[in-house]
C-alpha cells in the first residue's frame, strides 16, 4: 500500500491533505518520496521557524535528549525554567504557563481570564469577546471563542460566555462590553486563518486606552503572528500596545509541539497550585528547543525578516493575476485573479509549496529562508498567477 493509502484508511479523515507525501528536507527545501524538491514557503504552518533540520536546533534539542527526555511538573526542570524567564526577559511579561499546543494556549489564557475577572469585579464577570473572522483553536472553548459560525455548526453545545465583536469597530466592543459582564477581548493582530488580515493600528491604540479604562484584560493570540514572524519577537509590538496575557504556540520550538502562556502583571498571581496543568507541558525537549530558536531572534534575524517581507510585497502588489496583498512579516495573505486553489496546485506541480487561507494563497516562509530561495519561489509564483 502507498502511504496515501494507509492514510485514508486508517487515520482519522479530518483533514483534506495535499496529494504529497513528504519525508525530508533541509533548510527551506523539502523532498516527497519520490526525491521530487520544494522550496517550502509554508514551514508546516508556521512550525518550523528556521526551516527543516537546522543544525544549532538540532544541537540544542540532541544535547537535552541526552539528559532527560521528560521530568512532569511534580519537579523543577531547567529547560522550562529558563524558557519561561528568557520569555519574561524580552517581554515584560511576569509568569509563563507551558502547554503543548496553541489551542491550550488558549485554554489558559480564557481560565486565567475568567478568574481574573470574577476575583477583581465579581461574580459572573467572565464573559470575553473575541472578534469575527477569528480563530484560536479546535477544543470545544476555543472552538467556541472562534468567532466564525462554520466551526460551530456541528459541535454544538459549546462553552458559554463568548461574544463576537466585528473586527476594526471598537463600538462594537463598547456595546458588547455594555451588554455584557466581560472579563477580556482576546484578539489575533493579524487574523491568520481568517485571510491574514492585519487589525488597523488606530483600532488596536483604541482598544488599549477603552481596556485600561474598564480594567478589561488584552488577550494577544500570537500562535501564528508571533516568535519572530511579524519582524518583531511577538506581533503586538508592532502595534505600541501592551497586552495582559500573550498565547502562543506553532513555532515557538521550531518544529516541536509546545504551547506558551504569558501572564502579565495583572494576572501573574491568578493561577496557584493545583488551578490548571499539563502532564507534558514545559517538556524539557520542547523548552530547549523554543530556547534555541527565541534566544536566535535578535534585530539581525529580525531585520532579516522585514527585508523579505518587504521583498514579497514589492514583488507581489503588482504583479499580473494578483488583486491584492495583505498580512506582516513573513505572514502574508495573496488574493489571486484565479482560485486560490488552483494557484496552490500549480505552484506545488513546479516545485513550490504555499498553503491556503479563506480565499487568499498563503505564505508562511521560514525566517532565515535564504533570498536566494525565495527569489526562485516567487518567480514561479508570479507564473502561476500570470497564467
Ligand atoms: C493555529 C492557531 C491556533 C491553534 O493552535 P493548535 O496548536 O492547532 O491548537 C490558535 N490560534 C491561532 C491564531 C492559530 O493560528
Not at 526525491?35 to 538540532?58: M, P, R, S
Not at 488596536?204 to 480594567?215: G, V
Request: net charge negative; proline share 3%; aromatic share 8%.
Amino acid at each position: 500500500m502507498m502511504i496515501k493509502d494507509i492514510d485514508k484508511e486508517y487515520v482519522a479523515n479530518t483533514y483534506a491533505r495535499f496529494p504529497l507525501t513528504l519525508v525530508s528536507g533541509k533548510g527551506s527545501l523539502v523532498y516527497d518520496e519520490n526525491g521530487k524538491e520544494y522550496i517550502d514557503l509554508g514551514t508546516g504552518i508556521a512550525v518550523n521557524t528556521f526551516g527543516i533540520g537546522d543544525e544549532e536546533w538540532i544541537g540544542a534539542i540532541n544535547a537535552q535528549l541526552g539528559k532527560i527526555q521528560h521530568t512532569s511538573n511534580l519537579y523543577y526542570s531547567e529547560p522550562c525554567a529558563n524558557l519561561a524567564k528568557m520569555l519574561c526577559e524580552r517581554t515584560g511579561m511576569k509568569k509563563v504557563f507551558f502547554s503543548n499546543s496553541g489551542a491550550e494556549a488558549n485554554e489558559c489564557a480564557i481560565k486565567a481570564a475568567r478568574k481574573y475577572g470574577e476575583n477583581t469585579k465579581g461574580e459572573g464577570y467572565t464573559t470575553i469577546i473575541t472578534l469575527k473572522n477569528s480563530f484560536h483553536g479546535r477544543t470545544l472553548t476555543t472552538l467556541a471563542a472562534t468567532g466564525q459560525d462554520t466551526f460551530h455548526n456541528d459541535f454544538k453545545p459549546l462553552t458559554p460566555g463568548f461574544v463576537y465583536a466585528e473586527a476594526n469597530n471598537i463600538e462594537d466592543i463598547k456595546r458588547l462590553c455594555a451588554e455584557n459582564k466581560c472579563c477580556a477581548v482576546m484578539f489575533e493582530v493579524v487574523q491568520g486563518e481568517g485571510g491574514v488580515n492585519p487589525l488597523d493600528r488606530e483600532y488596536l491604540t483604541e482598544l488599549a486606552a477603552f481596556a485600561k479604562e474598564k480594567d478589561i484584560l488584552l488577550i494577544a493570540d500570537e500562535v501564528q503572528i508571533g516568535n519572530g514572524r511579524s519582524g518583531m519577537l511577538y506581533g503586538y509590538m508592532n502595534y505600541g500596545i501592551t497586552p495582559d496575557i500573550v498565547s502562543t504556540a506553532k513555532g515557538l520550538a521550531g518544529g516541536l509541539p509546545i504551547g506558551a502562556t504569558l501572564l502579565g502583571e495583572k494576572v501573574k498571581e491568578v493561577y496557584t497550585p493545583g488551578l490548571h496543568g499539563s502532564t507534558f507541558g514545559g517538556n524539557p525537549i520542547s523548552c530547549a528547543a523554543a530556547i534555541s530558536i527565541i534566544s536566535r531572534l535578535d534585530e539581525a534575524m529580525l531585520d532579516g525578516v522585514k527585508k523579505r517581507s518587504k521583498f514579497i510585497f514589492d514583488e507581489l502588489s503588482d504583479a499580473e493575476g494578483v488583486k491584492s496583498v495583505s498580512g506582516l512579516g513573513l505572514m502574508i495573505g495573496v488574493e489571486t485573479a484565479r482560485p486560490a486553489s488552483d494557484i496552490i496546485s500549480e505552484c506545488m506541480e513546479r516545485g513550490v509549496l504555499v498553503i491556503k487561507a479563506k480565499n487568499k494563497v498563503r505564505m508562511l516562509p521560514a525566517l532565515n529562508i535564504t533570498m536566494e530561495q525565495l527569489k526562485i519561489a516567487i518567480d514561479i509564483f508570479k507564473e502561476v498567477c500570470r497564467k
